[in-house]
């Protein structure tokens, strides 16, 4: 079984639509973080968790939210979506130096 | 603020020929480096790291090394295999212990 996993892995949504992305980890790992991805851009960090009571907001964190319900589990929420929310959004762990990314979740906003 | 620079791709080669992806970066103080690779339809995957000046970071005939002097931290391969095919990111850890990546580098190997 993969250590991240996240749910759904393609989503089509519409205009001003709330939708969430979910990411679960078996790896044991305090430290949670939320990306995207688009062409040409890399990756953009939306939002990090170091524990269940720590959050912080990354470098785009605009139309999003985020919730960390367990150890296990941070969420993504885009509560009215836009067009140039579509891209692939990435969950990741971290444990030292290193971080451990989910297979994404591909995103498409109409 | 701290930032990382890739070539651009795409980067088209033929199996067994050298490969090289330049890397990079500005940052305040000492940051480790990494290259992480994303295999198509999957998550990033770590490929390589290193955490000081001067060290090399290796793994599956990849490598590169941390040159302070001139802030890089060139990818190479010496052999590529249609299998490398993939997108290849640099990365920095930043002093709060955030990944800062470059835009990535599309590398297509043909038989």
């Known amino acids: 079984d993969a250590d991240v996993t996240q749910t759904p892995r393609n989503r089509i949504t519409k205009t001003g639509k709330r939708i969430m992305l979910e990411c679960s980890q078996t790896?044991?790992?305090?430290?949670m973080y939320w990306y995207r991805q688009d062409p040409g851009l890399g990756l953009r960090l939306i939002y990090y968790?170091?524990?269940?009571?720590?959050?912080n907001k990354g470098e785009i964190s605009d139309g999003y939210s985020v919730s960390r319900q367990a150890q296990a589990k941070f969420s993504l929420s885009l509560e009215s979506a836009i067009p140039n929310q579509t891209a692939l959004y990435f969950c990741?762990?971290?444990?030292?130096?290193?971080?451990?990314f989910g297979p994404g979740t591909r995103l498409t906003v109409l | 603020g701290d930032s990382v620079t890739q070539m651009e791709g795409p980067v088209t080669l033929s199996e067994e020929a050298f490969l090289t992806i330049n890397c990079t970066y500005t940052a305040t103080g000492y940051p480790s480096l990494f290259w992480y690779v994303q295999y198509p339809g999957e998550g990033l995957q770590l490929l390589l790291k290193a955490t000081k000046a001067d060290d090399k970071g290796s793994n599956k005939g990849f490598e590169a090394t941390y040159r302070k002097e001139t802030t890089s931290f060139h990818l190479e391969k010496g052999s590529v295999q249609v299998s490398d095919s993939a997108v290849y990111f640099c990365?920095?850890?930043?002093?709060?212990?955030?990944?800062?990546f470059g835009q990535g580098t599309e590398l297509s190997v043909k038989p």
């Open positions: 990365a920095l850890s930043d002093q709060g212990g955030k990944l800062i």
């Open positions: 990741a762990t971290r444990q030292a130096d290193t971080q451990y």
């Open positions: 968790s170091f524990d269940v009571k720590d959050i």
């Open positions: 790896k044991g790992h305090d430290r």
